[in-house]
């Protein structure tokens, strides 16, 4: 896994983007974590190490992986980003109860793609897959 940050590392600083200790915190933290945390879970969990960090300098950095192409940023309407390091082509699974996400391995879906490029003309770039239900501990506590 360090190497995968390294080479985060490496991959900013060819696009001129200076690396802080709370730069490489924040990237480390989201590259070694499968939860999808937002901003602020980032910034909870680095706080104590890091006591001038703020959540927009958490947010700022966020924008900027984002941007560089390291880091996803998924959305689910008003409610905050949450971030993912795993740029391979993956599903969630989503929690409607908690927000928990989980990575689940499946070919992408392109048969959607190709019948929306088909029945609209459209040049088709992509697609979002969101499934959703309740995660095994809350669907213990609805039950
Ligand atoms: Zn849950
Ligand atoms: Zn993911």
Do not use: W
């Amino acid at each position: 896994m360090e190497s995968k940050v390294e080479h985060a590392v490496d991959q900013l600083k060819s696009g001129g983007i200076r690396m802080t200790p709370q730069r490489y915190a924040i990237l480390h933290y989201l590259m070694e974590s499968y939860s999808h945390p937002t901003a602020d879970d980032i910034f909870r969990a680095l706080s104590p190490q890091y006591p001038s960090l703020s959540v927009a300098t958490v947010y700022n950095n966020l924008k900027l992986f984002v941007d560089a192409g390291l880091v996803r940023e998924l959305t689910y309407g008003d409610d905050s980003s949450r971030f993912d390091a795993d740029m391979s082509d993956h599903y969630h699974v989503t929690c409607t109860s908690c927000g928990t996400i989980v990575d689940i391995d499946h070919p992408p879906v392109m048969e959607v793609e190709r019948t929306a490029a088909a029945m609209t003309g459209f040049s088709v770039l992509g697609h979002r897959l969101e499934i959703y239900g309740l995660c095994p501990t809350c669907k213990g506590m609805h039950s």
